[in-house]
């Protein structure tokens, strides 16, 4: 007769090993559990009442497996990509470039929760958590594989975390900190609960949902497939929080407050643009300040009141930076897209800029002006002039350009002096999070760091582009080939 | 809808449906007072529930109903939904409200049912 799973449950989940050939610190060193410390006994109390067998657990996965196939089956038969607009086509190709090792990075972490986590209820956890980040890995690479033919850019799935081009490697540091190298209270609290739990909302509800309305059926639904499982396991984060509450309150407020801040200027960058400009504006849902107040900020502040934590000291500054950072990236990405491995679209048609401004009141006055000048230039043919030469300052953080988190009057220089070495920040929540830890971040050459020591050689913007790997077939352009524009020409007098 | 009461019933009693507004196996959601309440039909008989999953909230009704068993779209809390009872986790529920019909109408009351154990 075969138990019910309630009475096996508790029993496979609290097995333990007593060590007896080893030292407790061999087995489970500091360094990977994150303990500290906590006593044993406080992480008995850590529980996560949703019950997940590996029985359940295939049939559920395998369900959604043939879901995701039948789909993007019948999408590819039916020429859907081919069809889709190239603006769209970019958050695509971005996400696919950004996301799909950070899935892989993800089996990572998973992998130490299983091996590592300060209990055994917990290391159970982990398993599914491991073998849903393998999925969604597999995922992205089969979702890029058959579109392969259609654009070499999908190439980048695999290939844009081999590259050095500068917007990968800023999402590479931050997933280099919070899942490779972060022991298993840190990872849950950073990764699991702020970034699983709150972020991923935003690229796989969010533009699921735009891509949905785009016409983008498979890659809409490969999100929301995925979403399903980061909802689950991003569950890990709690349960953990609430062990901390008890011990170790402060190290959970610094690690949540910093974890929620870089995820904010990550998703600025990367999703930010995908929703406010790249989606037709049409097919718009919300802006992605909306989403961010309903489902991030929302979210985030219920989960520091309920668990008795305090809100950022930063949390006007975010608000602020809310209106402003992810604008400021894309006019960024945008002059600069020669660096980026997909074409961005401008989204300042006349009436793009009506929406923008409907959803961003002081949108006009900060950027209006910038993109002003471009056009300009484009209607005047001095493309030479909408194209950069150089390369801008980043922060010794997040890696991203200086003067992009706020709006344009914020530009007051962020500085820190750590053994010697100058260090420069895109806001000064930036160099509060350096200032915390500066031997986390110290050291670190960012891409115009390395620049100006010569080990980009030769010195310019062609020689940067090389050593980012950017190859002229996938190099970024304008999505429409800069027709948009026309509408602003001076009437031609004839 | 209008709904004229046949035999009067207690003053919580909101009617939310017409009686044959939900085929077996279905479910829908409906707000009284502000607040969501579920509605689901099942051999032939009439269940309500609070609308938002206890776990963090989602609408219930976003989610799925397959036999007997409710299950929740963001973590998958599964709950029995003739009975309300949690089936994973098992220490969790839904809260009931009370369902009477009348006059072709279902009527639900305002109310979540007390001291209900199922
Ligand atoms: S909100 Fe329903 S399962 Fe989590
Ligand atoms: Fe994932
Ligand atoms: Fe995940």
């Known amino acids: 007769m075969l138990l019910n799973r309630d009475d096996w449950y508790d029993i496979s989940r609290d097995l333990d090993w007593t060590l007896s050939y080893v030292d407790e610190e061999v087995a489970f060193p500091q360094c990977w559990t994150g303990k500290r410390a906590i006593p044993d006994e406080a992480w008995q109390a850590w529980d996560e009442p949703f019950r997940v067998s590996y029985r359940d657990y295939v049939r559920v996965q395998r369900e959604k497996e043939s879901g995701v196939k039948a789909v993007g089956d019948a999408m590819l038969r039916a020429g859907v990509y081919q069809k889709l607009d190239p603006a769209h086509v970019a958050a695509a190709h971005l996400h696919m470039g950004t996301t799909c090792m950070v899935e892989y990075m993800a089996v990572t972490m998973q992998s130490r929760f299983c091996r590592f986590a300060p209990t055994p209820r917990w290391r159970n956890l982990g398993v599914f958590g491991m073998l849903d980040e393998t999925r969604h890995t597999q995922l992205d690479l089969r979702f890029s594989h058959d579109l392969l033919r259609f654009d070499p850019r999908f190439d980048w799935a695999q290939k844009a975390f081999h590259t050095n081009e500068w917007g990968v490697l800023a999402v590479k540091n931050f997933f280099d900190d919070i899942m490779l190298s972060s022991d298993c209270v840190e990872a849950a609290l950073a990764t699991s609960l702020t970034v699983e739990h709150g972020f991923t909302n935003i690229q796989f509800v969010a533009l699921a949902a735009d891509a949905m309305a785009a016409g983008d059926v498979n890659w809409s639904n490969l999100l929301s497939s995925i979403q399903t499982d980061e909802a689950r396991h991003a569950q890990q984060g709690f349960p953990t929080l609430q062990v901390l509450m008890e011990h170790d309150p402060q190290r959970a407020q610094q690690a949540i407050d910093v974890a929620f801040w870089r995820s904010t200027r990550l998703f600025q960058t990367l999703t930010g643009p995908a929703m406010d400009y790249y989606t037709p504006l049409d097919q718009r849902k919300m802006s992605f300040k909306e989403f961010m107040l309903e489902w991030v900020v929302n979210h985030h502040e219920r989960i520091l009141a309920d668990y008795g934590l305090s809100k950022p000291w930063y949390w006007d500054k975010f608000l602020h930076s809310l209106e402003n950072g992810h604008h400021a990236m894309h006019l960024g990405l945008w002059f600069w897209r020669p660096t980026l491995f997909w074409k961005p679209n401008a989204g300042v048609s006349k009436a793009e800029r009506e929406w923008l401004n409907e959803k961003y009141p002081t949108w006009e006055e900060n950027w209006g002006g910038y993109w002003d000048q471009i056009i300009a230039n484009i209607n005047a043919g001095r493309m030479d002039l909408t194209l950069p030469e150089t390369l801008p300052a980043l922060c010794n953080v997040t890696q991203l350009p200086l003067g992009s988190a706020m709006s344009r009057h914020d530009l007051e220089p962020a500085v820190s002096v750590y053994e010697g070495r100058t260090y420069q920040f895109d806001s000064d929540i930036s160099k509060w999070c350096f200032d915390l830890d500066p031997a986390r971040y110290a050291g670190h050459m960012n891409v115009v760091d390395r620049f100006i020591a010569g080990q980009i050689q030769p010195m310019s913007l062609a020689g940067g582009l090389e050593w980012m790997g950017l190859t002229p077939d996938v190099m970024g352009d304008d999505a429409y080939g800069y027709r948009w524009a026309a509408e602003y020409a001076p009437a031609m007098a004839d | ?118």
């Open chain 2, 1 to 118: 809808m209008f709904c004229s009461v046949a035999e009067p019933l207690p003053e919580q009693f909101v009617a939310v449906a017409a009686e044959d507004e939900l085929w077996d196996g279905e479910m829908a959601s409906y707000e009284i007072d502000g607040s969501e309440v579920l509605l689901l039909r099942l051999d032939g008989e009439y269940r309500a529930y609070n609308g938002e999953c206890p776990h963090q909230s989602t609408p219930l009704v976003e989610g799925e109903l397959d036999g007997y068993t409710l299950t929740c779209r963001t973590h998958e809390w599964s709950f029995d939904a003739r009975t309300g009872a949690g089936l994973n986790p098992a220490m969790a529920r839904l809260r009931r409200h009370e369902v009477r019909l009348s006059d072709g109408c279902v009527w639900v009351s305002r109310s979540e049912e007390r001291g209900i154990r199922s």
